[in-house]
């Protein structure tokens, strides 16, 4: 399998919009890998997309993509599904606002997700129902797994009352990676289709120090339901037996940059943190 990380960034990007801190200041003399975007990976094997942040045009453009036959997400948080647009502005065919019939994307969803991404509106309604009456995309939900090509892709739900996250196991010719790269806790570390991942693509959880503003995470904050810390991701990492473990979901207020988190990989063994643009062969 061969990947590419469109979008490195988390809930906000890098830089900041207005934000003078250290770390937005150099991402925008510097620009990548200091810079980074909403969270996105494009897996080439089957032209696979899993989530369309804000700025997935932008990414599929720098990144040179020139097909995309499927689309995925792990949820329907705004930051993971905001720029679900691009299917529109791949597919349209302005001569009669229908879709190339050749451009018609394929969007994958478990169920849960397949039934409550109907629930995005723009002012005329559904966006997924208006989609789909234009031809845009073709939505095919599955229970536990599906197969496109020769690869096979497992979604485990990570069930967090209201909010439904997926986490997907991906195989290949005897490779696996599993993708978890946002609001994973409580990781289902004893299922055993997570257990030795040739490649773990994980959020590296909270960090308690160094924070943006001098702040400290209280122990009842909010994004401890949702995160591990850094120390516990890698504890897990390590639990599962994955093999390389890659950060993604990298969030501003962390106050880390590119150099920060590079020092950080130098202290580990098969441990790295993704920019935009990375490649990844499994």
Known sequence: ??????????????PKPLCPCDICREARQKGVPYARSGPA????????????????GRQLNQNRIDSLQHLMFTHLDPDHVEGIR??????????DW??????????????????D??????????????????????????????????MRILGIPVDRGQQMVFIYVVEKAGRKLV???????????????????????IQPGIFETGLKHGFTYP?????????YTFEQTLALAKRI?????????LEEYWNRGYDDYSAIEREYKDVRFAHDGMRVNL
Request: aromatic share 10%; hydrophobic share 40%.
């Open 179 to 201: 993708y978890a790269p946002c609001d994973i806790r409580p990781f289902p570390e004893t299922r055993s289709e997570v257990q030795g991942a040739h490649l773990l693509v």
């Open 98 to 115: 229908r879709a190339y019939e050749n451009k018609r994307i394929t969007l994958l969803l478990p169920e849960p997700l397949d039934r």
């Open 219 to 227: 122990k009842n904050h909010i994004s401890r339901t949702t995160l």
């Open 241 to 249: 037996a994955a093999q390389q473990v890659l950060f993604v979901h």
């Open 86 to 95: 691009v299917v529109e502005q791949i597919a349209l065919d302005f001569r």
């Open 117 to 150: 991404i109907f629930r995005l509106k723009s002012f005329y309604g559904s966006l997924l129902d208006f989609y789909q009456r234009q031809g845009y995309v073709k939505c095919i939900p599955f229970k536990h797994q599906i197969k496109i090509g020769e």
């Open 41 to 56: 990976v494009f897996i080439h094997d089957e032209n696979l997309l899993i989530d369309t942040p804000a700025e997935i």
């Open 1 to 14: 399998m061969e990947i590419t990380i469109l979008g490195s960034g988390g809930c906000t990007v890098i």
